[in-house]
């Protein structure tokens, strides 16, 4: 982790009053930014707050489901908490496309535009080699947005664990761990592993699609 960072929860300061969503502000408990390791190399990016995000203002934690990419994060060794501790992550940064929870329904198109600055401001700063979008809709808005190809090439279930030729750095879809089969969750890890253990960056820009 940098020197200079002084917490991983909104590490950038992002605005934690925002209002540009406002049927989402009635809904939310808290504002859902980025957690994690601001020189991370690795970016992992869902699709709005869960349940326990909501209530806690972290990414993927808090619940089952956050629990479940928790359990990747300590598989592939950039998480070194317990299951339900606050998360201790190295090389590792966790968003999400939305940062404020409706307890009914997925974020709309304009709520993930409206967002779109604050992920994209991150993405910027960090400037990952990999990211990893986890699920079909973080999927399409990472390939919308930093790959050459159409989106609707891409799917989550398809290109689960492949790398995928970004513009500038590699892209490698995840299914939602809570969603995904215990023959998924291995194949990932498996893929994922892989990657880590040769020096992915002599291939970055140049592998995948």
Not at 95 to 100: F, I, K, S
Not at 142 to 163: C, K, L, V, W
Not at 178 to 190: I, N
């Given at each position: 982790?940098?020197?200079?960072?002084?917490?991983?929860?909104?590490?950038?300061?992002?605005?934690?009053?925002?209002?540009?969503?406002?049927?989402?502000?009635?809904?939310?408990e808290?504002?859902?930014?980025?957690?994690?390791?601001?020189?991370?190399?690795?970016?992992?990016?869902?699709?709005?707050?869960?349940?326990?995000?909501?209530?806690?203002?972290?990414?993927?934690?808090?619940?089952?489901?956050?629990?479940?990419?928790?359990?990747?994060?300590?598989?592939?060794?950039?998480?070194?908490?317990?299951?339900?501790?606050?998360?201790?992550?190295?090389?590792?940064?966790l968003?999400?496309?939305?940062?404020?929870?409706?307890?009914?329904?997925?974020?709309?198109?304009?709520?993930?535009?409206?967002?779109?600055?604050?992920?994209?401001?991150?993405?910027?700063?960090?400037?990952?080699?990999?990211?990893?979008?986890?699920?079909?809709?973080?999927?399409?808005?990472?390939?919308?947005?930093?790959?050459?190809?159409?989106?609707?090439?891409?799917d989550?279930?398809?290109?689960?664990?492949?790398?995928?030729?970004?513009?500038?750095?590699?892209?490698?879809?995840?299914?939602?761990?809570?969603?995904?089969?215990e023959?998924?969750?291995?194949?990932?890890?498996?893929?994922?592993?892989?990657?880590?253990?040769?020096?992915?960056?002599?291939?970055?820009?140049?592998r995948?699609?």
């Amino acid at each position: 982790m940098d020197a200079n960072q002084r917490s991983r929860r909104n590490p950038f300061g992002m605005d934690e009053q925002c209002t540009n969503c406002p049927e989402l502000c009635e809904t939310r408990e808290e504002i859902a930014h980025g957690y994690g390791d601001v020189a991370a190399e690795f970016v992992f990016v869902g699709e709005r707050p869960t349940e326990g995000a909501d209530e806690t203002g972290i990414p993927f934690f808090g619940d089952e489901r956050g629990e479940a990419l928790q359990d990747v994060l300590r598989a592939l060794g950039f998480a070194t908490h317990e299951p339900g501790e606050k998360p201790e992550i190295e090389n590792a940064y966790l968003t999400l496309l939305t940062r404020c929870r409706h307890p009914e329904r997925p974020p709309t198109d304009e709520e993930i535009g409206n967002c779109e600055p604050y992920l994209s401001s991150e993405i910027r700063m960090i400037n990952p080699e990999i990211i990893v979008p986890v699920g079909e809709r973080a999927l399409y808005e990472i390939a919308e947005e930093y790959t050459t190809s159409p989106a609707e090439e891409f799917d989550a279930e398809t290109h689960h664990g492949e790398e995928i030729r970004g513009r500038g750095f590699e892209i490698v879809p995840m299914i939602d761990p809570a969603e995904a089969s215990e023959e998924e969750q291995e194949a990932f890890l498996e893929s994922f592993s892989e990657l880590l253990g040769r020096d992915y960056r002599q291939t970055k820009g140049r592998r995948g699609r």
